[in-house]
């Protein structure tokens, strides 16, 4: 694994700052339902870079086999991406139920529309990967089935013989490959973490901006 050399190529969400000031002005305010969902929102997307590192560990457990943990990994990453959309739905909501707001059908249809469109792109991770639901199917594709069957044929062929099916210079020709995958997963939540951070950047701004102005509005009017 080459962790040092992948964790340059994620790019950063640019509105992350805005997100962590935003955490910093909600806690000494009572909005307390939009400030539950700023914070979990904030948590669930510095989950996603999270999985980079996971990636990089090597099975803790001999019963632990490559494919299972690559795909252990990926899975549990798309069930956080699974949860960046509730997220954002559940920002949504708490923004449109606070009364104080005083938010008119214009600005709620704006803020709908932007979140539609979000949704959609974040479900072209998910949904063909997943289903609609988390729990719909499991994730797969040919190189998951390919290391799956190696490890199978390496596990039969060192019960036979004592070792693994091997190749020129007695190299493990499961083991080769396994960590190729493992590699190949890094490589995808990378690819998926950057557009993630794309989809959601300006439209976090726009939204994180928005909550501040409304917040300074009410405080302004009080005093």
């Known amino acids: ?97 606070e009364k104080r707001f005083s938010l008119d059908n214009e600005e709620i249809d704006l803020i709908e529309t932007k979140y539609n469109m979000v949704l959609s792109e974040l479900r072209k991770i998910t949904k063909e990967k997943r289903g609609s639901h988390v729990h719909e199917r499991r994730y797969n594709d040919k190189d998951f089935l390919i290391v799956d069957i190696m490890e199978k044929c390496n596990n039969i062929n060192k019960k036979n013989n004592g070792k693994p099916i091997q190749e020129y210079r007695e190299k493990d020709v499961y083991n080769g490959v396994a960590i190729s995958h493992l590699d190949d997963v890094q490589n995808m939540i990378i690819k998926d973490n950057n557009f993630i951070y794309e989809t959601i950047n300006i439209f976090l701004k726009e939204i994180l901006e928005f909550i501040v102005t409304k917040i300074n509005l009410l405080i302004n009017n009080f005093n």
């Open 1 to 97: 694994m080459n962790l040092n050399k992948k964790t340059d190529k994620i790019e950063k969400l640019e509105c992350m700052n805005i997100l962590i000031n935003v955490c910093q002005t909600l806690v000494v305010t009572d909005f307390d339902e939009i400030k539950f969902a700023v914070f979990e929102l904030k948590e669930a997307i510095k989950r996603l870079e999270q999985y980079l590192y996971y990636s990089d560990c090597n099975p803790f457990s001999e019963n632990v086999s490559y494919v299972s943990y690559s795909r252990f990994i990926y899975e549990n990453y798309l069930n956080d991406v699974y949860i960046i959309q509730t997220r954002f739905r559940t920002l949504i909501n708490a923004i449109k139920n």
